[in-house]
């Protein structure tokens, strides 16, 4: 009993935790019923709940914040354009160029987490695609398949879409494994 207790309080008192790290990308696309004012297209991007940059809808570029610039120079943010996101919305709520029902959200996150030992070695690394729809999971990408899985029934068209277009798929991997190694240089950079 002694043996086991001091064993426990080793391993409770030392600290064998890995340490996680994320590099995300946040988008949000609404439709605009009338009377609604205000943006319809946001994107953020963060690392470890640290805001890094901004879509920014006046300018239609990406601004970043004021970190050293060497942060940046493997480190790119996701292409996808601001009207695809509001195409997208709106093709999922029925809207028409003229009149759209209701307020409805398309939300994107896209990223990668990397879990690291205390030595520094990498434990594992996740790279994701992931969309709700008005406030429920939706369809996500999955990398290792290369496939589009739906979240909800709904999503049942959308996956059958986005699977049969090869060229997009193919792009979003080449976006995921870029994220995975810039994770890895913030991490280093930042500590």
Known sequence: LVFTLTVTSFLFCHNFSSERHHLL??????????GLSGPVFSAVGVYDDRWISRYSNEEQTWKRDCLDAEIWRDTKEPRDPRDWFLHQVNALA???NSTCDGLHTLQRRVGCEVEKRPDGSVMHV???DEYGYDGEQFIAFHSATMQWIEKTPKAKETRMKWNNQRVRRQVLKMVLTPLNHSICLLHEFIK
């Open 94 to 96: 029925n809207c028409t």
């Open 25 to 34: 990308y946040f988008y949000t696309a609404l439709t605009k019923p009338d």
């Open 126 to 128: 996740n790279a994701f």
